[in-house]
């Protein structure tokens, strides 16, 4: 399914949701939610100007989120959220081997289960966490058994308090400019030219909000999110080169 369909049936299921959830007067909830859809949602909450809508991914800071949808006249009604996080770690810490993002995601593809109903991977030394819809909780325990070439047990724990602080690579080099494409190809070691297209086609995220032109700009402690490359952000310029370049830091997200 191509970009513009997807949006289709994305903006379908929000609107249902909106509706549905006003004429049941009860809060109902989506499934996680990339950047990309959470900045669909936020535009149809704008004209939905009656209905209240939150999101939540688990934890302060969390990328992926579900929604959820409030009814106007919902009075005093909170979400009980239907997140639930895992903690997954080695059956024997000796003879495991180092486990990515990539590689817990891959496993739980293998087992069919939809990227929507997952929120984010946050690993963290020799152990991860990842968020869920709570009903998929006991299955992805009972099923998770194995990552790569490890043994793993995963078990279902409490989400109140939890706190991640990832692990960033520091990265300090000169640029042309400021501008998004300029330090994304600092960031993630290619050319501008190659960068663009992922810009105008709506893949790339500044604190949240989908950025389709190159020449935005960035400002210290901006975060810039890349569908399929990562994470960085930008921490601040420090002086210009011999050659009038600006020299700059970054923290990417590793």
């Known amino acids: 399914m191509d970009r513009e369909k997807e949006e289709a049936v994305f903006r379908r299921r929000v609107q249902d949701l909106i509706i549905l959830a006003d004429k049941r007067n009860c809060v109902l909830y989506s499934d996680f939610m990339n950047l990309y859809e959470q900045n669909i949602l936020y535009e149809m909450l704008q004209k939905f100007s009656r209905s209240r809508g939150e999101t939540f991914g688990g934890y302060e800071g969390a990328e992926r989120r579900m929604a959820a949808f409030i009814p106007s006249d919902a009075g005093g009604l909170e979400p009980e959220w239907p997140v639930a996080c895992i903690r997954i770690e080695p059956l024997l810490k000796k003879f495991a081997e180092k486990l990515s993002h990539r590689d817990i995601l891959g ?39 194995r990552i790569r070439h490890t043994s793993v047990r995963c078990t279902v724990c409490r989400n109140e308090g939890f706190s991640y602080t990832p692990v960033l690579e520091k990265i300090r080099g000169s640029v042309a400019s400021v501008r998004l494409d300029a330090v994304m190809a ?22 949240g909000k989908m950025v389709t032109s190159n020449a935005c700009v960035l400002k210290e402690g901006d975060l810039v999110s890349v569908r399929g490359h990562g994470r960085f952000r930008y921490c601040d310029a420090a002086g210009q080169s011999r050659k009038g370049r600006t020299w700059i830091e970054i923290e990417k997200y590793v």
Not at 112 to 127: H, L, M, N, S, Y
Request: net charge negative; proline share 2%.
């Open 107 to 145: 496993a739980l593809m293998n087992l069919g289960i939809d990227r929507a109903k997952t929120g984010d991977i946050a690993v963290r030394d020799e152990e991860a966490f990842l968020f869920c819809c709570a009903p998929l909780s006991e299955i992805i325990c009972g099923e998770l058994t």
């Open 186 to 207: 600092l960031a993630f070691g290619a050319s501008r030219s190659s960068l663009i297209s992922l810009i105008e086609h709506g893949n790339v995220f500044v604190n």
